[in-house]
C-alpha cells in the first residue's frame, strides 16, 4: 500500500484534530450543563471515551507524520508525546487512558461514579490544556 505524501498526510492530521477538537467541547458542553442525573453522567463518560480515542489517535498521527515516529496504540502514543514535548505529565495522560478502558471494558456503578468525578475535575482540564497549548502546531 503506498504511503499518502506529506501534504495528504498533513490534511489528514489536520482533520482528525478537527474531529478531536469537536469531541472535546461537546464533552465538555455535556460538563457545563451537567445536571447530575444517571443519564447525564453516562453522557459524559461515553463523551470522554470517545474524545480520548481522538485525542491519542490525533497526536499518533502527528508523531508520525511530523516526528516520523512509528510506534502505535495509546500507551506508545503517550510515552512519544511526553517525550517529544506535546504533553507536560505523562502520568496524568497514563491515568486518563487507564479510566477510559476501565470505562470501556467493564461497568461498576461504584467504577463510573469514581471515573465521572475523575473526568470532570480533572481530565478535563488535561484536555483543555492540550487543546489550548496544541492549536496552531498542528
Known amino acids: 500500500m503506498e504511503r499518502f505524501g506529506l501534504k495528504e498526510s498533513i490534511i489528514k492530521d489536520e482533520i482528525l484534530y478537527q474531529t478531536f477538537q469537536k469531541a472535546y467541547f461537546k464533552l465538555k458542553e455535556f460538563i457545563d450543563t451537567d445536571n447530575k442525573t444517571e ?80 473526568i470532570i475535575t480533572k481530565h478535563i482540564h488535561a484536555l483543555q490544556q492540550f487543546v489550548e497549548d496544541f492549536d496552531g502546531k498542528i
Open 39 to 118: 443519564i447525564s453522567q453516562m453522557a459524559i463518560i461515553h463523551a470522554y471515551e470517545y474524545t480520548f480515542e481522538l485525542w491519542w489517535r490525533a497526536v499518533q498521527k502527528h508523531l508520525e507524520y511530523i516526528e516520523d515516529i512509528q510506534d502505535y496504540g495509546p500507551n506508545a502514543t503517550i510515552k512519544n508525546a511526553f517525550q517529544y514535548g506535546v504533553i507536560e505529565d505523562g502520568q496524568t495522560w497514563m491515568d486518563m487512558l487507564k479510566d477510559r478502558n476501565m470505562t470501556a471494558h467493564t461497568y461498576k456503578e461504584d467504577i463510573a461514579n469514581d471515573i465521572y468525578q475523575r
